[in-house]
């Protein structure tokens, strides 16, 4: 986590569980990641070539989630 303004991040696998996690994203939001990505990837019939891009923003920070390979990778950041 040492890019500008990252202040937690999650890995999961396959079947959503947690292979890493740091900072502000923790465990427990494996299975609500994963759920997330697959259900934007219903959205878009398209999307099996390319993995969804899911960004979640409030005032203060946004969460980015998608896939790299099996795993689903989650970045939370700070907004300035």
């Given amino acids: 986590m040492q890019s500008?303004?990252?202040?937690g991040v999650?890995?999961?696998d396959s079947g959503?569980?947690?292979?890493c996690y740091r900072g502000t994203l923790h465990?427990?939001?494996a299975p609500v990641v994963s759920q997330l990505?697959?259900?934007a990837s219903t959205l878009d019939p398209e999307s099996s070539r390319r993995?969804?891009?899911v960004t979640l923003?409030?005032?203060k920070?946004?969460?980015i989630v998608t896939k790299d390979g099996p795993v689903t990778v989650a970045v939370h950041k700070t907004i300035h």
């Fill in 4 to 7: 500008p303004n990252v202040i």
């Fill in 10 to 12: 999650l890995c999961a």
């Fill in 16 to 19: 959503a569980l947690p292979l």
């Fill in 27 to 29: 465990s427990s939001a």
């Fill in 37 to 39: 990505l697959s259900l």
């Fill in 51 to 53: 993995p969804p891009v």
């Fill in 57 to 59: 923003q409030s005032t």
């Fill in 61 to 63: 920070s946004k969460l």
